[in-house]
């Protein structure tokens, strides 16, 4: 068959499409010629215009779409996605009669919902390497494709969801990502990280999160060969700077430190740095060293919060105490990281607040700050934002709506800003008059000039070249063209 796969992610600074790029290695290897449409890298022209250059060149069996985010998770500026899908999904058929097909993470939260939203005729819930070839073969051989795992069905008015999503068991059989089916270097200049999946899944169950609904809740690890294969393959390509995409990178400790040591033994934190995200509890001070050797410049902790209580509402599997000795161990071994802390869920008081807030402030380091919580389908904080009537029984949750605990809700952002004007390396994300690190487009003017460092460093480095001022440091700082040292790191080296 003939394939076209569609990146339907616009969002600047953009992201390697690792999702993306696995599904269309896998058709292509089970013998389809895939063509790829990358709307990202091509953001600045209208959505229509590459789909029209793509589709005019031959007779296409089916369109598969790439969907990853909703929305930005973001109560300041939500910027749902719908109309942008509906608008290029429109633009395929228009374009095309064959059968549209969804998949990524922003058609799993949300499966039957999403294909009838944007008006798809097929979508794949969850992994999608393994059953995407099996539904292009029975669409060619004109066999009904129920019955495939994960796989969402609409026909006329009705969409069917036929059976749970597919869990890879194997890591063996995790395959490669196709990184030749898009402009590497269009992603590397606009400061696209490379991404690197060490394992799936995530074996707790916070409130709000939908990571254990969309890789699973059983842990399964790639081979320690495998993940540094690709960040080699990342690096030869030209790639300074990756993320290792997993939901929690630091969990199980021994994969992650035997990750740490090979990066070593090949010589690859001479090359290239990367971004992981981590959580408090089982975080050793050998972790953190071997992390660091290996080339961390930036360790998110999703630590939420540091008060018994408001860590209990959001179900977060550690106490106040591994938050602590989290950030002794990464300090002691000169990690730069970061705690990521969620303000507002379920229970939270203005006590429990300030509670966080005063640990965290003695615990001196950089913190980044999110109130309101987009509330996901099929997570507990859905349940309880239903029974407590944030949203009603009927709710769509395609479009963002946002848990806040009604004890707070009126004076939680005057808290956090203000706690955030007197502490520094504090950040609230999309409300302290800064870019947002992850969806601030003007950000790649940064990368354009040639920055590679942890989101904390570009966000200085916008301001310094800008002049603008930031919310904790008053001073305005000149424009200049040179790249700042900060942030680059021994990565400059070629590979
Ligand atoms: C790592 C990560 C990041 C990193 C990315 C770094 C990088 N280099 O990639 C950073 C921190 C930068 C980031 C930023 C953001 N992120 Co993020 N991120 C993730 C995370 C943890 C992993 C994504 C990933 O790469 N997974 C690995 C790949 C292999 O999985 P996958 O893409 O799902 O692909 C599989 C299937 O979905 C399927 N599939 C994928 N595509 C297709 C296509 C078809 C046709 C088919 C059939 C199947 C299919 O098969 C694939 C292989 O099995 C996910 C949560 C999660 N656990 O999934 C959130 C997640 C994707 N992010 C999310 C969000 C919201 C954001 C931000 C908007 C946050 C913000 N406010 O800044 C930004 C957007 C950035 C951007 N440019 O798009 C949401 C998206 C959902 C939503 N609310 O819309 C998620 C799901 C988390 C959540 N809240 O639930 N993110
Ligand atoms: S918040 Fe982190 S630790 Fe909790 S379930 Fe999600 S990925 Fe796992």
Redesign the pocket.
């Given at each position: 068959m003939r394939v076209a796969?569609v990146n339907a992610?616009t969002?600047?600074?953009?992201?390697?499409p690792?999702?993306?790029l696995?599904?269309a290695g896998a058709a292509r290897r089970s013998g389809h010629t895939v063509i790829v449409v990358d709307l990202c890298v091509m953001r600045e022209t209208a959505l229509e215009e590459p789909l029209e250059v793509a589709f005019q060149d031959g007779h296409l069996d089916a369109v598969?779409?790439?969907l990853?985010?909703?929305?930005?998770?973001?109560p300041e500026a939500p910027g749902s996605t719908i109309s942008d899908l509906q608008r290029i999904i429109a633009a395929c058929r228009d374009r095309s009669d064959a059968p549209i097909?969804?998949?990524?993470?922003?058609l799993?939260?949300a499966p039957k919902e999403m294909v009838a939203a944007v008006n798809a005729d097929l979508g794949?819930c969850?992994?999608?390497?393994e059953v995407?070839p099996l539904l292009l073969d029975r669409l060619a051989a004109g066999q009904p494709v129920s019955g495939l795992p994960g796989v969402v069905e609409r026909l006329g008015n009705d969409t069917t969801a036929s059976s749970q999503p597919q869990r890879i068991t194997e890591p063996a059989r995790f395959v490669r990502p196709a990184l030749d089916l898009i402009d590497l270097q269009a992603y590397l200049r606009l400061g696209g990280?490379?991404?690197v999946?060490s394992k799936r899944g995530c074996r707790f169950s916070c409130a709000y999160c939908?990571?254990p609904g969309?890789?699973g809740d059983h842990i399964r690890c790639a081979s320690v060969d495998w993940v540094v294969g690709e960040v080699e393959r990342l690096a030869a390509a030209g790639a300074k700077h990756?993320?290792f995409?997993d939901?929690v990178f630091t969990v199980p400790e021994g994969h992650a430190v035997s990750i740490c040591k090979e990066l070593c033994r090949r010589g690859l934190p001479e090359h290239i740095m990367w971004s992981a995200?981590a959580t408090p509890l089982g975080f050793t001070a050998e972790l953190a060293e071997r992390m660091r050797r290996a080339g961390c410049v930036e360790l998110i902790f999703g630590t939420d919060a540091a008060c018994t209580q408001s860590l209990r509402g959001l179900r977060k599997p550690f106490r106040p105490s591994h938050v602590a000795s989290a950030t002794q161990y990464a300090k002691g071994a000169g990690l730069d990281f970061a705690h990521h802390l969620l303000f507002g869920g379920p229970g939270e008081t203005v006590e429990t607040v300030k509670e966080t807030l005063e640990f965290m402030a003695a615990l001196d380091c950089r913190l980044g700050l999110d109130a309101g919580i987009?509330i996901?389908p099929k997570t507990p904080i859905e349940r309880t934002a239903r029974k407590e009537g944030i949203i009603g029984p009927e709710t769509d949750l395609l479009e963002p709506h946002f848990y806040v605990s009604r004890y707070v809700e009126s004076v939680l952002d005057g808290i956090l800003l203000s706690f955030c004007r007197s502490v520094p390396r504090t950040r609230f994300f999309g409300r302290d008059g800064r870019p947002?690190p992850?969806?601030d487009p003007r950000l790649v003017e940064v990368y354009r000039r040639g920055f590679v460092g942890p989101y904390w460093a570009v966000i200085d480095e916008y301001e310094r070249i800008t002049g603008a001022c930031s919310t904790s440091d008053p001073l305005s700082r000149p424009i200049s063209d040179s790249v700042p040292e900060t942030g680059r790191v021994a990565a400059a080296a070629a590979y």
């Open positions: 796969v992610n969002v600047w600074p953009p992201v390697v690792l999702g993306m696995l599904i598969c779409v790439a990853r985010n909703l929305d930005s998770a973001n097909i969804l998949g990524g993470s922003g799993s939260i794949i969850g992994e999608g390497e995407l990280s490379g991404s999946q939908t990571y969309l890789e990756f993320w995409v939901s995200y987009r996901y947002h992850y969806t």
